[in-house]
């Protein structure tokens, strides 16, 4: 199995920025495509960002594009998020998983993830 141990979630004002980081262990790094999903309260829990195995390839979900950068380090077995010009509809608990699989698109639903983080809060003020 895999274990994901996040950090780097925070209080940060509108505008500003935060990078979340994400540190698989357990198994082969490269063998899994990652994701970033997050969960507001009384909201479901949403796809933010994707990345392919190799990084080559990313996925964005909309509201995010242009705003959010996701990158890996297969080196360091490391996911991370970039998030910049923070808005306080991006307050949220931020979630990294991890999908085993060999090829194929990006997955977007949480269902199709094997593994997941403990979660980090993001808190955007206004």
């Known amino acids: 199995q895999v274990q994901l141990v996040e950090s780097g979630g925070g209080l940060v004002q509108a505008g500003g920025s935060l990078r979340l980081s994400c540190a698989a262990s357990g198994r082969t790094f490269s063998n899994y495509a990652m994701g970033w999903f997050r969960h507001a309260p009384g909201k479901e829990r949403d796809f933010v960002a994707g990345i392919s195995r190799s990084g080559g390839s990313t996925r964005y979900t909309d509201s995010v594009k242009g705003r959010f950068t996701i990158s890996r380090d297969n080196a360091k077995n490391t996911v991370y998020l970039q998030m910049n010009s923070l808005k306080p509809e991006d307050t949220a608990v931020y979630y990294c998983?991890?999908?085993?699989?060999?090829?194929?698109?990006?997955?977007?639903?949480?269902?199709?993830?094997?593994?997941w983080g403990q979660g980090t809060q993001v808190t955007v003020s206004s």
């Open positions: 998983a991890a999908d085993y699989r060999r090829l194929g698109p990006i997955r977007t639903m949480a269902s199709e993830y094997d593994y």
